[in-house]
């Protein structure tokens, strides 16, 4: 299976920050990389498919870069709505893995 | 509009049998894939397997294969998935997710709300 590993592991952050979450994997993927976002009882919401692509609805202030193996999920300035956790998803070979998730938390 | 709504909580023994299920509403239900996946609270997310309900194609995690079994009904426009003996490391929480069309890199574009299954 595609080990995934996601930095930092939580960060703190202010109404305002740009904030970078990476993504790494242990062998290259192409661009088959998702990242979603969870709050506290709720499901996981789709963000930004294909390492880039941000899905219908989602703000721009998300976006997402790389391929290969280094992939990253930037928020331009963050919002009170943005504290959640946030995951990296491979879906380039099966079975489709997951990191283990970022927290952002208000500073 | 696409909606995926699961069955409720669940509290069950060890070895006792489960099926929970996700029903679909809206956009060809059938036409897509839907996966399930396992969040232990506090936890990251595990993919445990898909099916796709047209035809009950499925394909399963080997971590999880031979321990559950999925299942569809296509006139209900819902998927199942089912335990025949419940261990406590089962506890955990459950998502289907519809995997979206081609061009989406595979990601799971809509998701039920999650079943909690709790075994002690």
């Known amino acids: 299976d595609i080990q995934m590993t996601q930095s930092p592991s939580s960060l703190s952050a202010s109404v305002g920050d740009r904030v970078t979450i990476t993504c790494r994997t242990s062998q290259s993927i192409r661009i088959y990389l998702n990242w979603y976002q969870q709050k506290p009882g709720k499901a996981p919401r789709l963000l930004i498919y294909g390492a880039s692509t941000l899905q219908n609805g989602v703000p721009s202030r998300f976006s997402g870069s790389g391929s290969g193996t280094d992939f990253t999920l930037t928020i331009s300035s963050l919002q009170p709505e943005d504290f959640a956790t946030y995951f990296c998803q491979q879906t380039s070979s099966s079975p489709t893995t997951f990191a283990h998730g970022t927290k952002v938390e208000i500073k | 509009e696409v909606r995926l709504v699961q069955s409720g909580p669940e509290l069950k023994k060890p070895g006792e049998s489960l099926k929970i299920s996700c029903k679909g509403s809206?956009?060809?239900?059938?036409?897509?894939?839907i996966a399930w996946v396992r969040q232990v609270p506090g936890q990251g997310l595990e993919w445990m397997g898909i099916?796709?309900?047209?035809?009950?194609?499925?394909t399963y995690n080997p971590s999880f294969q031979g321990h559950v079994t999925f299942s569809a009904d296509k006139s209900l426009s819902s998927v199942y998935l089912q335990w025949h003996s419940l261990k406590a490391s089962d506890t955990a929480l459950y998502y289907c997710?519809?995997?979206?069309?081609?061009?989406?890199?595979?990601?799971?574009?809509?998701w039920g709300q999650g079943t909690l299954v709790t075994v002690s």
């Open positions: 997710a519809r995997q979206g069309e081609v061009h989406t890199s595979g990601s799971y574009d809509y």
């Open positions: 809206g956009d060809s239900f059938t036409n897509y894939w």
């Open positions: 099916i796709f309900p047209d035809d009950s194609d499925a």
